[in-house]
């Protein structure tokens, strides 16, 4: 294994890379050069590529603060699956087996495209690999059409799950045999895998969240592949796929440049992005990229066909992408109209210093240190929109339980924003999280005072659903049924009582209790924005409702007692 790195650095700067809480912990002694000790990124490991070798290099930890990146360390690349999928998919066009132009519901029926819009079948499977279907939702779900088909660019990753059901039903066999068999095995990426594989699971790099500390997840051997976002694999295997996108190997000439040819435009680049078939395009020179983001571990790739080579880094970070720009542009130089549209932000912009440290003042600190820090960067950068520092910081906040803090933030965007009344009602589940309840009610009548006939429905939706939470909290009675008398099966929905609770199962998913709010309705614990109802006929219950917190709503018939 060789490690190296940019500039070299003493292990005391490596000590002040450490973030938050876990600063004071003993590091391994593991490269950690500045370019990413100044991003915040914990691990992260790089290959260039050209198309006769792939050079591998590793910086920074692959657990903090125990374990170095090795080149063995399997990352999750997130949406850096899409380009494999699609590689795979050309795999099948050149054996006949697929066309680029086949109507996805003419290949699989089933697919749930809206059925009675005759939109649905003119939508390819080429549509659905360059982001154009004009469809929108979830693909287990309802869709519905936003654009029309071949139109417009919207980046819409349950297109490759269409894709996927469809390769899965003409193959028989699962996304991961298919993709071992045409991807994986041709190209000796025997580290990489769409699902996490028993074997590999030992080498898989932990995430880190922005403050830099670990997150422990379960991974689930049974979990299924995703084709938009699940693969594994280390920098070594995803530098021999982009290998084989510079020299074109397992693939005809005709199939990498149909890949790297624009179908469609994305909007609001003047022209200089579009994308392709897995890739997007930089239409200019002709670099082809891709990003991945799944929150706490972020990686990008970009490469050039006429310059023969191309890189990949794949990061275990929350700023992961800090460092795109920096990178693309050493190898590739000239304006960065991919990461520009991208949006992160460079590891040194004001907007994502002022986001890190606002939330590290109210995590580590307190709420004084975090408003102090908050407004501090008000004060030095005029021209910072701190209205998008204080929304994401009030994000990360409610999602640490730090609804003290995230109360404040919210009462200064308030003031910003008097007629936002989503800003009174987030305030209000953070004034009730931290038992103030009388500023809650204070700020619920407020946002009461500021709704009228041009109110939105998800408004109306919102404020209804925490009256009904706050009406809830107030019954001092114990449900009035038996809970015995609500058991059964409600189609896919199961209700069953364990030490005298109900417990709340949809299929294979959850298992969630039952709390009686009033009425007929239950909450679901640990569940904020689902809700069930029992409707009864004749003294018994004949169906289940399903409340949403956005007002939707779904019913189930009691299929046996």
């Known amino acids: 294994m060789r490690h190296s790195f940019r500039t070299a650095i003493a292990l005391a700067s490596a000590l002040s890379f450490a973030m938050g809480p ?32 792939v050079e591998v290099t590793v910086y ?63 939508v390819t ?5 360059s ?46 045999e298919i993709a071992q068999r045409e991807v994986f095995g ?47 694999t280390t920098p070594g295997d995803y530098g021999r796929f982009l290998q084989a996108m510079l020299s074109g190997d397992q693939l005809t000439s005709q199939s990498r440049r149909v890949m790297l040819t624009s179908q469609v435009t994305v909007p609001d680049t003047d022209g200089a992005v579009g994308w392709g078939v897995g890739w997007g395009i930089e239409l200019k020179r002709g670099t082809f990229f891709h990003w991945g983001d799944a929150g706490s571990t972020k990686c990008f790739t970009m490469g050039s066909i006429e310059d023969g080579r191309a890189f990949v880094y794949l990061t275990n970070s929350y700023y992961g992408m800090a460092v795109a720009g920096e990178m ?73 339980d730090k609804h003290e803090g995230r109360a404040q933030l919210l009462a200064w965007q308030i003031n910003q924003r008097p007629d936002n009344i989503d800003l009174y009602l987030n305030r209000v589940q953070s004034l009730r999280q931290i038992g103030d309840e009388d500023a809650a009610v204070e700020t619920l009548h407020l946002a009461l005072a500021r709704v009228d006939d041009a109110a939105s429905e998800s408004i109306r939706n919102r404020i209804s659903w925490i009256q009904d939470e706050m009406l809830a909290e107030q019954q001092s009675d114990e449900a009035p049924r038996d809970p015995s008398s609500l058991a059964g099966a409600y189609g896919e929905r199961r209700i069953s009582i364990e030490d005298g609770r109900l417990i709340y199962q949809r299929g294979q998913g959850t298992r969630f209790t039952l709390r009686w709010m009033h009425g007929e309705t239950y909450a679901l ?5 689902f809700r069930l109802r029992f409707v009864f006929e004749d003294g018994r219950p004949s169906k289940v409702k399903g409340l949403y917190s956005d007002g939707r709503t779904d019913e189930s018939l009691r299929s046996q007692p």
């Open 328 to 400: 693309a542009a050493a190898r590739f130089p000239g304006a960065q109209p991919a990461v520009e549209w991208l949006d992160y932000g460079a590891w040194d912009s004001a907007r994502r210093l002022a986001r890190r440290d606002v939330v590290r003042a109210f995590v580590n600190g307190s709420t004084e240190l975090g408003m102090e820090t908050f407004e501090r960067y008000e004060r030095d950068y005029p021209d910072l929109d701190m209205y998008n520092v204080a929304n994401f910081a009030t994000w990360i906040l409610g999602g640490r």
């Open 525 to 529: 614990e640990g569940l904020d924005w």
């Open 60 to 122: 920074g930890f692959a657990e903090y603060p125990i374990a170095c990146v090795s080149e063995e360390t399997i990352f999750e690349a997130a949406s850096l699956t899409k380009p494999v999928v699609a590689y795979l998919v050309m795999r099948l066009v050149d054996q006949g087996r697929l066309a680029l132009d086949d109507v996805l519901i003419d290949r699989l029926p089933s697919l749930p495209l809206p059925p009675d819009d005759e939109r649905s079948a003119e």
């Open 186 to 232: 041709p190209l000796g990426m025997s580290s990489s895998s769409l699902v996490f594989r028993d074997d590999l699971l030992d080498r898989i790099a932990t995430r880190h969240r922005m403050l830099g500390d670990p997150i422990q997840r379960d991974r689930d051997s049974s979990r299924p592949a995703n084709a938009a976002a699940s693969l594994i």
């Open 131 to 176: 982001h154009s279907t004009g469809l929108q939702g979830p693909d287990d779900g309802e869709l519905r059409f936003v654009n029309d088909p071949g139109e417009t660019f919207q980046y819409y990753p349950p297109g490759y799950r269409l894709v996927q059901r469809i390769i899965e039903h003409i193959e028989g066999a699962p996304l991961e």
């Open 22 to 53: 876990m600063a004071a912990a003993q590091p391994q002694d593991c490269p950690v050069p500045e370019f990413i000790a100044r991003a915040d990124i914990r691990g992260m490991g790089l290959a260039e590529v050209r198309s006769e070798a």
């Open 125 to 129: 499977i080429s549509m659905a690999l």
